[in-house]
């Protein structure tokens, strides 16, 4: 296979400054996009500033031939996700990628966790990756091309005091799963990636990481009490996932991937079969007494959207319809 290059192509990564949102935009860089590293410097809990960390990335990816900008507005605010954007209209002249990164994590569950922390999660995770999707958004749409990748979660599988993040991080999908649909007439292809590598906000704390998500690493530090990250689970390690979905010849849309630790694969919806019902209105009892049938996986199916979910749902009734109709 020919290599996949980026040539021509400009990114902005949120989160950049660190870990894996670092190394997305060093491998996208590495192989020819322009890249905006935007990131605010804030710590793992979202508070404070630094310019610092996405500048020391634009200088390694300068230093090895590429070409990167800093930016450090926060995707938390309208204005500052237009601001991102802006940023690489005014310095490239267009934008074709947007990898969201940018996160932040405040360990806490019930009974303790309160309606601050949720709202911090839900500001920097599902409304950051909102402004800086809707500010690109026109220009995707004018160009007829776009790529964007969001970052949701493991975490969303349920994870003890992690309520907020993986909240907000479900969010992130139902985000992506609508905005795919509104791209399909525009070559504008929106995925999703769920990173296993071991940052800050997994547990780790010698690498400094960027925000993305290592919980299912960090649990298992945590249960072991070590401290090292695994030398097998780097932020590297989940780029080539992203620069694929990134890249022009990327094969789908609206679908999430898990990668890490050298693995990748694919997180997806299912519905089961389920119990029809046939005869009147189901009682409580009925459906207690047919509980294996609708739990049954045996027969499971993906669902594209809303409306093919909606289709197969109701199909016993559709039919019935038509039955009556010809009858």
Not at 261 to 283: C, K, L, M, N, P
Request: with cysteine; net charge negative.
């Amino acid at each position: 296979m020919d290599e996949l290059s980026f040539d021509g192509r400009v990114a902005v990564v949120t989160g950049a400054g660190r870990g894996i949102g670092r190394a997305h935009a060093r491998l996208l860089a590495e192989r020819g996009a322009k890249v905006v590293v935007n990131d605010l410097g804030g710590s793992m809990a979202g508070e404070g500033t630094d310019t610092g960390p996405a500048h020391q990335v634009v200088e390694e990816i300068v230093t090895a031939g590429g070409t990167a900008l800093a930016d450090t507005h926060d995707v938390a605010t309208q204005a500052g996700g237009q601001a991102i954007v802006d940023s690489a209209l005014d310095a490239f002249g267009r934008i074709d990628i947007l990898v969201n990164n940018a996160g932040i994590i405040r360990w806490a569950g019930l009974p303790e966790v309160d309606l601050d922390n949720l709202r911090r999660h839900l500001d920097v995770h599902l409304l950051g990756s909102f402004t800086t999707l809707k500010a690109a958004w026109p220009h995707f749409v004018e160009q007829g091309y776009g790529r964007v990748v969001l970052t949701t979660s493991a975490g969303l599988f349920g994870l003890e005091n992690n309520l907020s993040y993986a909240a907000a991080k479900g969010g992130v999908i139902g985000l992506a799963r609508s905005a795919r649909l509104a791209g399909e007439p525009h070559g504008i292809k929106v995925n999703l990636i769920a990173p296993a590598a071991m940052t800050r906000m997994g547990g780790a704390q010698d690498t400094g990481g960027a925000p993305g998500t290592g919980e299912a690493a960090g649990a298992a530090e945590r249960a072991s009490g070590t401290s090292a990250a695994p030398p097998y689970m780097p932020s590297e390690a989940v780029a080539p996932m992203v620069a694929l979905l990134a890249h022009e010849t990327c094969p789908v849309s609206g679908e999430i991937y898990s990668a890490g630790a050298g693995r990748f694969a694919r997180f997806f919806i299912g519905s089961t079969q389920g119990y029809v019902h046939e005869d009147g209105t189901a009682t409580i009892e009925d459906i207690a007494a047919n509980w294996d049938a609708v739990n049954d996986e045996k027969d499971y199916y993906v669902p594209s959207d809303l409306m093919a979910w909606t289709g197969a749902f109701l199909g016993h009734r559709l039919r019935q319809d038509l039955g009556s109709a010809s009858g």
